[in-house]
Nanobody, 123 residues
Framework: VQLQASGGGLVQAGGSLRLSCAAS????????MGWFRQAPGKEREFVAG????????YYADSVKGRFTISKDNAKNTVYLQMNSLKPEDTAHYYC?????????????????WGQGTLVTVSS
C-alpha cells in the first residue's frame, strides 16, 4: 500500500488543522492505521492509531482530548483532526499502515509509511 499525507501548515497556538492520508490499494479496509510525529532532534513518536474498522482508537497522552483519528474505508483515507494546537505539537507528521485488526502503537509494528507533512504551531 502507498500512503500520501497532506494537510500540514502553519497555525497559531489554539488553532486547528486536519491531516489526511490517502492510501492506494483495494485492501485498505484490512489495515490498521496510525499517525506518528517527529520533531527536530527527537525520535519518532506515536500520536494516534485506529483499528482496521475504525471502531477502536488509541491516543498518546499528550494529544488525548485534542486530536481525533478517523478512518474512512470507502475513501481509502485516514484523518487526524487536531484542535487546540500547542507549539510543542510542531513536527513532521507521518501516517503509517500495517495489515491487521488491532490498534498498534510502536514504530516497528508498521510496515508502510507515507511522506511527512509539516505542522508548525506558532506561539
Amino acid at each position: 500500500v502507498q500512503l500520501q499525507a497532506s494537510g500540514g501548515g502553519l497555525v497559531q497556538a489554539g488553532g486547528s488543522l486536519r491531516l489526511s492520508c490517502a492510501a492506494s490499494g483495494r485492501t485498505f479496509r484490512s489495515y490498521t492505521m496510525g499517525w506518528f510525529r517527529q520533531a527536530p532532534g527527537k525520535e519518532r513518536e506515536f500520536v494516534a492509531g485506529t483499528s482496521f474498522s475504525g471502531g477502536s482508537t488509541y491516543y498518546a497522552d499528550s494529544v488525548k482530548g485534542r486530536f481525533t483519528i478517523s478512518k474512512d474505508n470507502a475513501k481509502n483515507t485516514v484523518y487526524l483532526q487536531m484542535n487546540s494546537l500547542k507549539p510543542e505539537d510542531t513536527a513532521h507528521y507521518y501516517c503509517a499502515a500495517t495489515f491487521g485488526t488491532k490498534v498498534r502503537v510502536a514504530v516497528g509494528e508498521y510496515d508502510y509509511w507515507g511522506q511527512g507533512t509539516l505542522v508548525t504551531v506558532s506561539s
